[in-house]
């Protein structure tokens, strides 16, 4: 099955904690991304990267860092200091070619700080 | 600021019946837009794209783009009690390949 994956599910954290979400393709795309979503807001982006060893922040990236050392895997480190990192974290893969580019959802991780 | 705005709802709709959702943006170089559904607790899944001025049908679907008024519309013919979910406009942002999304619209199609 070709998709996108993100562990855990349910993730919580305590205060001054640095936690790790995971996210892995098998789309073979060369894009992905990282956003936030709020209760009643829309999608934030906090990281995006197209192509490999190579990534840039997006509108909300203080207090969370990145990788992208392999094309399937863009993990996503929420750090102590993002001081609100109650969310609903998503993240995206796409070709990244030159015309329109259809971003697609992996299934999500909630993040409870508690 | 590049915005997408959309209204909240929720927009009730009997069963059968036609909705329309709006979404209008602000940056004129987006050429790229979306539409995806997002039921409560889940991630957003694509219905439609539109690229061009006009309409654009899949089946139950319909969007509308006018570059002109920069406005983005979804139209959902025989509504259905499954098709109750937030919908979810974004604009590409400029040729970057980064969306701008809008806040979502409520849709409740009621049995």
């Known amino acids: 099955d070709g998709g996108i994956t993100q562990s855990p599910k349910y993730l919580f954290r305590k205060e001054g904690q640095n936690v790790t979400l995971s996210c892995e393709q098998n789309?073979?795309?060369?894009?992905m991304y990282w956003y936030r979503q709020d209760p009643g807001q829309g999608l934030r982006l906090i990281y995006y990267s197209q192509i490999v060893n190579d990534f840039q922040k997006g509108d909300i990236a203080e207090g969370y860092s990145v990788s992208r050392e392999k094309k399937e895997s863009f993990p996503l480190t929420v750090t102590s200091a993002q001081k609100n990192p109650t969310a609903f974290y998503l993240c995206a893969s796409s070709i990244a070619s030159s015309q329109s580019d259809t971003q697609y959802f992996g299934p999500g991780t909630r993040l409870t700080v508690l | 600021q590049k915005e997408v705005e959309q209204n909240s709802g929720p927009l009730s709709v009997p069963e059968g019946a036609i909705a329309s959702l709006n979404c209008t943006y602000s940056d004129r170089g987006s050429q790229s837009f979306f539409w995806y559904r997002q039921y409560s607790g889940k991630s957003p899944e694509l219905i439609m794209f539109i690229y061009s001025n006009g309409d654009k049908e899949d089946g139950r679907f319909t969007a509308q783009l006018n570059k002109a008024s920069q406005y983005v519309s979804l139209l959902i013919r025989d509504s259905q009690p499954s098709d109750s979910a937030t919908y979810l406009c974004a604009a590409e942002w400029g040729a970057t390949n980064k969306l701008i999304f809008g806040t979502g619209t409520l849709l409740a199609v009621q049995p």
């Open positions: 789309l073979n795309h060369d894009a």
